[in-house]
C-alpha cells in the first residue's frame, strides 16, 4: 500500500497566485521528498526534509513537516504557468533505503 | 554527464514474449531502482539495488527479475510479458538514502 497520500489530487490557479499541496503519511520516516513530473517525462527531485527538520525553502518552494500529525505540505509561491506538472511526496523508512511515493496532485497554473 | 539513461523509450510487445529493460547511471550511485507508474497509482517499487551484484524484492515483484552485474547498470526483465504489465517503467538511482535521480521512462505496451 501507499505511505504518502497527496492532497488535493488536482488543483487549478491563477498565474501569480500560491499553491499549497499536502502529504500525509502512515509511518514513522526518516526523511519526506517532494518530487515533480512534468507530462510525460521523469521525475525531478525538488527538496528532501529529515524527520529533525520543520521547514526547509528553496527559491519559491517552501516544504513543511509536523511528524506528530504525520504530514508535509509544499507552497509555491507566485506560481508560474511553468509550474504546471504532478507533484508527488516519497516518505523514507527508518530503516532500509527505499521510498514509498504517493499518487500525486496534479497542479496546472493558468496563464 | 547523461544521468540515468533508460533504453529503450517505447516498446511494444504480445503476451508471453519477454524483454529487458536497461538502465545505466554515470553518477557513481550504490542505490539503483525500478519504479511503474500506473494511472491513478503513484510510482510502485518493483525492485531495487543497494550494490553491484545486490537486488531486493519491492513492493510489486512477480513477473519481474533484475540484475546488476554492473555498479552503473540495473536490468529489469519481464521473461513472459502479461497485459497487466503494461504501464511506463522509471528507473531511479541514488547515494544511499537521499534523492532520487529518475530516467526519461519506458512506455511499455503488452497486447
Known amino acids: 500500500s501507499q505511505q504518502g497520500e497527496e492532497d488535493p489530487q488536482a488543483l487549478s490557479i491563477q498565474e501569480g497566485e500560491n499553491a499549497t499541496m499536502n502529504c500525509s503519511y502512515k509511518t514513522s520516516i526518516n526523511n519526506l521528498q517532494w518530487y515533480r513530473q512534468n507530462s510525460g517525462r521523469g521525475l525531478v527531485h525538488l527538496i528532501l526534509?529529515?524527520?529533525?527538520?520543520r521547514e526547509k525553502h528553496s527559491g519559491r518552494l517552501r516544504v513543511t513537516l509536523d511528524t506528530s500529525k504525520k504530514s508535509s505540505s509544499l507552497l509555491i509561491t507566485a506560481s508560474r504557468a511553468a509550474d504546471t506538472a504532478s507533484y508527488f511526496c516519497a516518505t523514507g523508512w527508518t530503516s532500509g533505503s527505499r521510498l514509498t511515493f504517493g499518487e500525486g496532485t496534479q497542479l496546472t497554473v493558468n496563464p | 554527464n547523461a544521468g540515468v539513461t533508460q533504453t529503450p523509450k517505447f516498446r511494444v510487445l504480445k503476451t508471453g514474449q519477454s524483454m529487458t529493460l536497461l538502465c545505466a547511471q554515470d553518477m557513481n550511485h550504490e542505490y539503483m531502482y525500478w519504479y511503474r507508474q500506473d494511472p491513478g497509482m503513484g510510482l510502485r517499487l518493483i525492485h531495487y539495488?543497494?550494490?553491484?551484484?545486490?537486488?531486493a524484492k519491492g513492493e510489486v515483484p512477480d513477473g519481474y527479475n533484475v540484475s546488476r552485474l554492473k555498479k552503473q547498470n540495473f536490468l529489469l526483465g519481464l521473461e513472459s510479458a502479461a497485459p497487466s504489465q503494461t504501464s511506463v517503467y522509471f528507473c531511479?538511482?541514488?547515494?544511499?538514502?537521499?534523492?532520487?535521480?529518475f530516467g526519461a521512462g519506458t512506455r511499455l505496451s503488452v497486447l
Open positions: 526534509i529529515r524527520s529533525n527538520e
Open positions: 531511479a538511482s541514488s547515494y544511499f538514502s537521499g534523492f532520487l535521480y
Open positions: 539495488s543497494v550494490g553491484e551484484g545486490t537486488t
